[in-house]
């Protein structure tokens, strides 16, 4: 059954986003981190994945323990960079196998260390042909990534959108928004991917901010913009991690309630590997386990939702 026949629109639909970990300290922080948010029941988490040997095995590892030692349900990124065709589709196959169903698709970033993506002289060249290439491998549900402030190596905001119908013309089921801090900035973005004839799910990706001077290296690279407003409500704690949740915390949940209140109702939370301040944010948005029951969401019931969006009638000639 495809996984979008999961989806009932009778509440939100909220996923979680983790990093693999680089050590066995940070592994066990992971688990307990996914441990406590499978609490809320979300449809989903995914596993970022990077582009050393390493870090792929670990993403692939970690994929696998949520999908058989926890009832949530995992979505694995997968990406083009430093791999054959046939290492990717590998890849794929062993996830099919392994009951892992949902793939984060995406060209990916260069190693570190090297200016510019150049595609694998053997390897998939973008993440139109991984779409592609999954498509026939099976039938996975093939989430992608879109951008409201352009892709930092697109060359103009039409060509990053029509990218984005590409990679969904070619296979992908969904998007979800690389970061940002203005809920206009989003409301704007899917204003312009409807006019252009895309009526996929466009998932917002929230960012709670928990270290600003990091965040500022992160979106110098990835293009995202950082308000003034945002600036000043950091300045001066640099030293109180405490203080950083809390402003954190309001941040995100004033940007969500601005986007529920104009109609959205999918969010997708990088969670950085921690369970407090996502469980925090989800609370107040009234995310909570039933009943104060913390009894994780069955398998059958914890599926990643797409939400079906229909496009407008076309007007009689």
């Not at 697109?154 to 979800?176: E, M, Q, V, Y």
Request: hydrophobic share 40%.
């Amino acid at each position: 059954m495809h996984i979008s026949e999961y989806y009932t629109g009778e509440e939100p639909v909220f996923s979680f986003e983790f990093f693999p970990p680089a050590n066995d300290k940070a592994h066990a922080i992971l688990l307990k981190t996914i441990s406590e948010l499978q609490a809320l029941r979300p449809h989903f988490v995914s596993v970022t994945y990077g582009a050393g040997g390493s870090t792929r095995e670990r993403s692939h590892a970690i994929v696998r323990r949520i999908r058989h030692e926890t009832a949530v349900e995992p979505a694995a990124h997968l990406t083009c960079v430093g791999a054959s065709r046939a290492e990717v589709d590998d890849v794929a196959r062993a996830y099919w196998q392994s009951g892992i169903h949902h793939i984060v698709a995406l060209r990916g970033d260069p190693p570190a260390g090297v200016d510019r993506y150049a595609p694998h002289p053997e390897g998939y060249a973008n993440a139109v042909d991984l779409v592609a290439g999954l498509r026939r491998i099976a039938d996975f549900e093939i989430t992608v990534a879109c951008y409201p402030e352009v892709h930092p190596e697109a060359p103009s905001a039409d060509f990053d959108l029509d990218n984005l119908k590409r990679k969904l013309d070619a296979g992908a089921t969904r998007a979800i928004t690389q970061f940002f801090f203005e809920p206009e900035l989003y409301l704007r973005f899917v204003e312009r991917v409807r006019a252009a004839g895309i009526w996929a799910p466009i998932v917002p990706g929230i960012l709670p901010v928990t270290n600003f001077k990091r965040l500022l290296r992160f979106s110098d690279l990835c293009g995202a913009s950082i308000p003034p407003r945002l600036t000043d409500l950091f300045r001066g704690l640099d030293d109180d991690p405490e203080t950083r949740k809390l402003v954190a915390a309001s941040v995100a949940v004033d940007a969500v309630r601005t986007l529920e209140d104009a109609g959205v109702e999918d969010f997708h939370f990088s969670t950085l590997n921690r369970a407090e301040l996502t469980f925090a944010i989800c609370h107040v948005l009234g995310v909570r386990p039933e009943n104060g029951d913390a009894e994780p969401r069955p398998h059958e019931i914890a599926v990643p939702a797409v939400r079906p969006v229909t496009p407008p009638p076309e007007e009689s000639p």
